[in-house]
């Protein structure tokens, strides 16, 4: 396979441009600052991480805010560790930052091995994928769909099918409209992104079934990754509209990408700071997202108290999860899907 890296790129594209308005900032990367240990540590997904950034500044109990939870990558790329949990009470807490929902899965497998505690939850942007025990428990909390970006001057078409989709990604080609086979250069997230992992299985296209001229290794959600006329991505919905609306630390990722329509349905609704997920969105390109948390700590009062049921303090926080992008969804707090990772 054809790994190739990205560097991320200064690429203006102004909010006043987009007229989406400057919004104050409910969040940050990373707790703020990172000594701010707080009752609740999760590490995973970039798609969620900024709006489990700023559940993380809403969501308080008697002990102070409950939920830190660690970006997927690091602001400062020369700092790969993270410390979750204060040193002094709990040693130990110091690993690799796990990019992705898949890596921050394996780090609360990795926790619960070793009972400490490090890591209370993962963020995940895809469900389970090993049913064989029930060691985690996938708590749904709200809703997102991918679609692909391209850039704004782009020689690839502003909508796709599904199987012309499957084709780019297994041969980087499709049919268009005439019969004519067209070349592109798709884009592939990082192993270990719940978005990978969710685009191929929507695209019915396998791991294997990939095809070498497909470019992998490229950091999810980052626009500026492309950098041609032909090249496209796959890119969280939810993520794009947060990232243009100005909050000062969501980092604009975007460049002058463009969410695109799949099957003639556009991602998104209205405009501006109305600017919304299209829940009519091609249903199989839509999906729920998760916090993941130990089966055998459901009970756990402060676990319980944040992410479990309805009325959970996660689920209470409806217009934080709307503000980031994200839909609702009617099962929030539900504790009926399990796996192993």
């Given at each position: 396979?054809?790994?190739?890296?990205h560097?991320k790129?200064?690429?203006?594209?102004?909010?006043?441009?987009l007229?989406l308005?400057i919004l104050?900032a409910?969040?940050?990367?990373?707790?703020?600052?990172?000594?701010?240990?707080?009752?609740?540590?999760g590490v995973?997904s970039?798609?969620?991480?900024y709006?489990?950034?700023?559940?993380?500044d809403?969501i308080?109990?008697?002990?102070g805010?409950?939920?830190?939870?660690?970006?997927?990558t690091?602001?400062?790329?020369?700092?790969?560790?993270?410390?979750?949990?204060?040193?002094t009470?709990?040693?130990?807490?110091?690993?690799?930052r796990?990019n992705g929902?898949s890596?921050g899965?394996?780090?609360?497998?990795?926790?619960?091995?070793?009972?400490t505690?490090c890591?209370?939850f993962a963020?995940?942007?895809?469900?389970?994928?090993?049913?064989?025990?029930?060691d985690?428990?996938f708590?749904?909390?709200?809703?997102?769909?991918?679609?692909?970006?391209?850039?704004?001057?782009?020689?690839?078409p502003t909508?796709?099918?599904?199987?012309?989709?499957?084709s780019?990604?297994?041969?980087?080609?499709?049919?268009?409209?005439?019969?004519t086979s067209?070349?592109?250069?798709p884009?592939?997230?990082?192993?270990?992104?719940?978005?990978?992992?969710f685009w191929l299985s929507?695209?019915?296209?396998?791991?294997?079934q990939v095809?070498?001229?497909?470019?992998?290794?490229?950091?999810?959600h980052?626009?500026?990754?492309?950098?041609?006329?032909n090249?496209l991505?796959p890119?969280s919905i939810?993520q794009?509209?947060a990232?243009?609306?100005?909050?000062?630390?969501v980092?604009?990722?975007?460049?002058?990408?463009r969410l695109?329509?799949?099957?003639?349905?556009t991602?998104?609704?209205?405009?501006?700071t109305?600017?919304?997920?299209n829940?009519?969105?091609?249903?199989?390109?839509?999906?729920?997202?998760y916090?993941?948390?130990p089966?055998?700590?459901?009970a756990?009062?402060?676990?319980a108290?944040?992410?479990?049921?309805?009325?959970?303090?996660?689920?209470?926080?409806?217009s934080?999860?709307?503000?980031?992008?994200?839909?609702?969804v009617?099962?929030?707090?539900?504790?009926?899907?399990?796996?192993?990772?």
């Amino acid at each position: 396979m054809n790994v190739k890296s990205h560097a991320k790129v200064g690429a203006a594209f102004g909010v006043a441009a987009l007229g989406l308005g400057i919004l104050a900032a409910p969040a940050s990367a990373d707790p703020n600052p990172i000594t701010d240990y707080r009752q609740l540590a999760g590490v995973g997904s970039d798609t969620t991480q900024y709006v489990m950034n700023g559940l993380g500044d809403v969501i308080t109990n008697a002990n102070g805010k409950v939920v830190a939870s660690w970006n997927a990558t690091p602001t400062d790329p020369t700092v790969t560790t993270i410390t979750t949990k204060n040193p002094t009470t709990s040693p130990g807490c110091t690993f690799n930052r796990p990019n992705g929902s898949s890596n921050g899965i394996v780090a609360l497998n990795n926790d619960i091995t070793a009972g400490t505690h490090c890591v209370d939850f993962a963020r995940s942007s895809r469900g389970p994928v090993d049913f064989t025990t029930s060691d985690l428990t996938f708590v749904p909390y709200a809703k997102d769909g991918v679609s692909y970006a391209t850039d704004l001057g782009s020689t690839v078409p502003t909508n796709l099918t599904k199987a012309q989709l499957a084709s780019i990604y297994t041969n980087c080609t499709y049919t268009n409209a005439s019969g004519t086979s067209v070349t592109v250069a798709p884009l592939l997230p990082q192993t270990g992104s719940g978005t990978r992992t969710f685009w191929l299985s929507a695209i019915g296209v396998s791991e294997s079934q990939v095809g070498s001229c497909v470019t992998q290794g490229v950091q999810e959600h980052d626009g500026t990754a492309i950098t041609a006329g032909n090249q496209l991505m796959p890119y969280s919905i939810a993520q794009w509209i947060a990232q243009g609306k100005g909050f000062a630390d969501v980092e604009n990722r975007r460049g002058e990408s463009r969410l695109r329509s799949i099957n003639s349905t556009t991602p998104t609704t209205g405009s501006g700071t109305a600017l919304a997920l299209n829940t009519a969105f091609d249903a199989g390109f839509l999906r729920d997202v998760y916090n993941v948390v130990p089966t055998a700590r459901l009970a756990d009062a402060v676990i319980a108290d944040t992410f479990v049921g309805s009325a959970s303090k996660v689920c209470s926080n409806g217009s934080t999860i709307n503000s980031y992008g994200f839909g609702t969804v009617a099962n929030c707090g539900a504790t009926t899907l399990t796996g192993e990772r």
